[in-house]
C-alpha cells in the first residue's frame, strides 16, 4: 500500500511542476494531466485512489483559508477565497475523480474479461 501512495504523491508533484511551469496556459495541464491521471488510477487499481483528489482539495482549501487575509470587515469586492474552492473543484477534484475511476475501473473490467474468457475455454 506505501507504494500506491508514493504513486499518488508522485502524481500530485507532476501536476504542480506543470502548472507550475505554465501557470497561465492550460494546455499542459490537460495533456499531461489526463492521461497521467488514468494511467496512475490503472496503475494504483484500488477505488480508494479517487478519494486522494479530495483530500488535496480539502489540504489545499485549508491553505488558502489560512494564509489568504480575506476581506476584513470590507466586503465590497467580495471574498475571492471561496472562488479559489471552485474552480479546485471544477478545475481539479471533480475531473481527477472522474479519471482515477475510468483508469480503476478500466484496469477491473479487463481483469473481468480476462477471468469470463477463461470460464469459457474451461467449460467448452
Request: with cysteine.
Amino acid at each position: 500500500m506505501l507504494w500506491r501512495l508514493a504513486v499518488l504523491a508522485a502524481w500530485f508533484g507532476v501536476l504542480y511542476a506543470v502548472v507550475s511551469i505554465e501557470p497561465d496556459d492550460e494546455t499542459p495541464y490537460v495533456v499531461v494531466g489526463i492521461p497521467l491521471t488514468v494511467a496512475v488510477g490503472v496503475l494504483v487499481n484500488r477505488w480508494w485512489a479517487l478519494l486522494a483528489p479530495w483530500l488535496i482539495t480539502v489540504v489545499l482549501t485549508a491553505i488558502t483559508y489560512a494564509s489568504w487575509p480575506g476581506c476584513n470587515g470590507d466586503c465590497a469586492d467580495g471574498d475571492e477565497r471561496g472562488l479559489v474552492v471552485i474552480a479546485l473543484l471544477i478545475i481539479f477534484a471533480i475531473p481527477a475523480t472522474l479519471l482515477f475511476g475510468a483508469g480503476v475501473g478500466s484496469r477491473r473490467f479487463a481483469r473481468f474479461m480476462r477471468r469470463l474468457d477463461k470460464t469459457a475455454e474451461q467449460d467448452a
